[in-house]
């Protein structure tokens, strides 16, 4: 399994990332980094639009949701059922949000070890014949950021993107009728999630939180997009 998620999503994964670093000014590998992100993301676009649109129909259907839990409170089945009738009705798969994660996920995980081997010399022996070989990774970026070296200013700055992300979804979440339980979660994770990013991206190498940045700057701008159209 291995040697096929190596094949298939991390070996050219690391292949575009090297090429992209060959043909952008500056042989700039965090350059590579974002612009191979902002790709994949464009690909997902139609999947995470309609996801979002979906998670937002959800929520516009909390009242009667409510209402139906309230109606049945003492017959599970009975409540299942009109809730389900009540997502046929508006068209809604309260799945569909789950399908580009799943999606996404093993293409992350490839575009995360792309990026780590990247730095290390001895992994330019993975490049396809058609790949130039750069010889080695300049691991300068942007003239001062070193992609392979902590900076703890960018995981400060990627906590707070995630806050601002985080606070966006969750003003989907907290609209009349909306599930206290689930108020009451989103509260926790706003403030929760970023302080998570910021000390895990606190030992991260700076190349890693150029796409963490570049992922979460991005889905600020696709969920605007979703809600707004």
Do not use: H
């Not at 309609?50 to 409540?79: F, G, H, M, T, V």
């Not at 009109?82 to 508006?90: G, I, K, V």
């Not at 707070?160 to 003003?171: D, I, N, T, V």
């Amino acid at each position: 399994m291995i040697s096929i998620f190596n094949e298939i999503l991390f070996r050219p994964l690391f292949n575009i990332t090297v090429f992209l670093y060959d043909i952008l000014p500056w042989n700039d590998f965090g350059l590579a980094i974002i612009v191979l992100t902002v790709i994949i993301k464009f690909i997902f676009l139609p999947l995470t639009t309609k996801s979002i649109r979906s998670q937002k129909k959800l929520s516009q259907l909390n009242p009667q949701i409510q209402q139906i839990k309230e109606k049945y409170k003492n017959n599970p089945k009975a409540q299942s059922e009109a809730t389900l009738a009540l997502y046929r009705e508006n068209g809604i798969n309260p799945l569909s949000g789950c399908l580009p994660l799943l999606i996404q996920i093993p293409i992350l995980i490839g575009l995360y070890q792309a990026f780590i081997v990247g730095l290390k010399p001895e992994s330019l022996g993975m490049l396809y014949g058609f790949v130039k070989n750069p010889g080695a990774i300049n691991q300068t970026s942007f003239w001062f950021i070193d992609i392979g070296s902590k900076m703890p200013v960018l995981a400060i700055l990627a906590g707070g993107l995630q806050f601002l992300q985080a606070k966006k979804s969750s003003a989907q979440t907290q609209g009349p009728g909306a599930v206290p339980e689930m108020k009451a979660l989103n509260s926790q994770m706003l403030y929760f999630f970023p302080i998570m990013v910021i000390v895990i991206g606190w030992n991260l190498p700076a190349g890693l939180l150029l796409y963490w940045l570049t992922t979460t700057a991005f889905s600020i701008v696709e969920q605007t997009y979703a809600q707004r159209s």
